[in-house]
């Protein structure tokens, strides 16, 4: 435990951007080699797409990144927050850290951007992929990022964390998000151990299809649990998923960076009201 807590107290910036471009390059490598889908499209530009989105991101949370170290060293200095509050061992405050972290910095945030329409108006940039892969994970529009690390201050400062948690999280968040979206075609026996404990690319994808209810499940990050609790876990046959949003399929707007991020300004488009529920 000691070894974890001092690297990630400590953890250089060249590692956590390693982190980052490491698991990009690993799924990367393995969904070309075994992908699910092989629908014909323009590769590069989409990937080149999603990589100024992984950028805007990465310099989003580097322009911000002060106000995160603030909170988590105000919380530790004044006995603040969950964690502060409970006489748990290490081991204890790394398991639970985790836990509400990615309950309140991942689930509870995602689920809120569904919610609220002006926070749905930038996060609907990420499902307007409509060729879902390990790049996707990065794709979000500017202000969803601002966003999204308005959630992880507001999950610090609940859960008390002190950094180092807060970097492993954040390792591990990155991670996560680009492994459950990866356009891997896995084994089911490995994907049902998995899910068990863990957001996988056959669970987190059903969120990608075009059409609610699909859209509104599996909000998770890393773990599944929170899914399961609030009733919001679907598993269906991810070989009839058609990725995007059916507000925004037009292709031209979904694959245009000019139009990507002029979309949060523009007026907002209520979802298609379909007269029965689909079934997959």
């Not at 398991?95 to 926070?119: C, P, R, S």
């Not at 694959?255 to 529920?277: G, H, Q």
Request: charged share 15%.
């Amino acid at each position: 435990m000691d070894a974890i807590i001092n690297y990630f107290s400590t953890i250089p910036s060249a590692h956590r951007s390693a982190i980052l471009i490491g698991g990009l390059t690993i799924f990367f490598l393995i969904e070309n080699a075994v992908p699910l889908f092989t629908a014909q499209y323009n590769k590069w530009k989409h990937t080149g797409i999603n990589i100024f989105f992984t950028f805007t991101t990465v310099l989003v949370n580097f322009l911000m990144a002060f106000l995160l170290v603030y909170t988590s060293d105000w919380v530790v200095a004044n006995n603040f927050g969950l964690l502060q509050w409970l006489s748990i061992p290490t081991w204890g405050i790394l398991i639970i850290g985790l836990l509400l972290l990615d309950f309140i910095g991942a689930w509870f945030a995602h689920f809120t951007e569904h919610h609220v329409k002006w926070m749905w108006q930038f996060h609907v940039v990420h499902h307007t992929d409509q060729h879902v892969d390990t790049t996707t994970a990065n794709r979000h529009h500017p202000g969803e990022s601002v966003i999204r690390f308005v959630f992880t201050i507001f999950a610090v400062l609940v859960v008390g964390a002190p950094m180092w948690l807060v970097f492993l999280y954040q390792s591990m968040s990155a991670a996560m998000s680009q492994f459950s979206h990866a356009n891997i075609n896995m084994p089911k026996w490995l994907d049902d151990a998995l899910v068990l404990v863990f957001c996988t690319p056959n669970m987190h994808r059903i969120h990608h299809h075009y059409r609610q209810p699909y859209s509104d499940s599996n909000y998770g990050n890393i773990f599944s649990f929170w899914d399961r609790i609030f009733g919001t876990f679907v598993l269906v046959d991810n070989r009839k998923l058609v990725y995007g949003v059916d507000t925004h399929m037009d292709v031209h707007e979904s694959s245009s960076l000019v139009e990507l991020l002029k979309i949060p300004f523009k007026p907002y488009r209520k979802p298609i009201d379909y007269e029965e529920e689909e079934k997959l």
